[in-house]
């Protein structure tokens, strides 16, 4: 199978109705679909959903995905924080730079 036919298959952000402002939040920046495929391994995409219902205060849709995430709890909580690392490691590059 293709690289194109996987990733019709992944479930993402995108089909839940990321907004912009939700979009920054998540990543501090703006993506397309196809740039969202090619920055983020398949392994983040619940882990995002999750992330993206936590933001919108919505805790049973968090929880669902949350179930999701193959793995032992502290694998699942692993990688919530790990993608939150990333996102603020990235922030603070981006800070450095504009100094």
Same mark, same amino acid.
């Given at each position: ?29 703006? *993506? ?20 993206? *219902? ?46």
């Amino acid at each position: 199978m293709g690289k194109k036919k996987k990733d019709k298959e992944r479930e993402t952000v995108f089909d839940h109705g990321i907004t912009e402002e939700e979009m920054e939040q998540l990543f501090l920046k703006k *993506y397309t679909k196809e740039e969202y495929l090619e920055d983020y391994l398949p392994s983040a995409d619940l882990v995002l959903i999750c992330k993206l *219902y936590k933001l919108r205060g919505d805790e049973k849709k968090m929880m669902e995905y949350y179930n999701k995430i193959p793995g032992p709890e502290y694998e699942k909580i692993w990688l919530i924080m790990k993608t939150c690392y990333e996102v603020a490691e990235e922030y603070m590059k981006k800070g450095k730079e504009e100094d």
